[in-house]
């Protein structure tokens, strides 16, 4: 998923009871499930600080400019911010992805 989809996902930006033993069911251990949603937890916070960093880019001055252009400037990227402050966080994006098979893993052999 690109970091633009996260904001398409139609869930409950907030934690919910979930019953553990659904999610050791592919993977036969609570452990490894955990990593998996960890590293894809990790995977998504990495794309959403690229897609944060690359739209506020725009906002980086190298010149002064008059106090009415900072300020207007600061609006922005204060909706900006907010946006991504509004987001589902990372690891329940990843728990939604895991729930409904959207998450490719390869377990090392054993």
Same mark, same amino acid.
């Given at each position: 998923?690109?970091?633009?989809? =996260? ?8 934690? !919910? $009871? ?8 592919? $993977?036969?251990?609570? =452990?490894? $499930? ?11 916070? $990495? ?24 300020? @207007? ?29 959207? !998450? =490719?893993?390869? @377990?090392?052999?054993?």
């Amino acid at each position: 998923m690109k970091a633009n989809e =996260y904001t398409k996902v139609k869930m409950s930006p907030f934690a !919910i $009871t979930r019953d553990l033993r659904k999610f050791d069911k592919e $993977t036969g251990n609570i =452990y490894e $499930t955990v990593a998996i949603l960890s590293k894809r937890a990790n995977q998504i916070a $990495t794309e959403l600080k690229e897609d944060f960093q690359e739209r506020a880019k725009d906002f980086i001055s190298h010149y002064a400019h008059d106090v009415f252009d900072e300020n @207007l400037e600061n609006v922005e990227q204060i909706e900006l911010a907010r946006f991504y402050e509004h987001l589902a966080k990372p690891a329940i994006l990843a728990i939604h992805e895991f729930e409904n098979d959207e !998450i =490719y893993y390869k @377990l090392p052999e054993k």
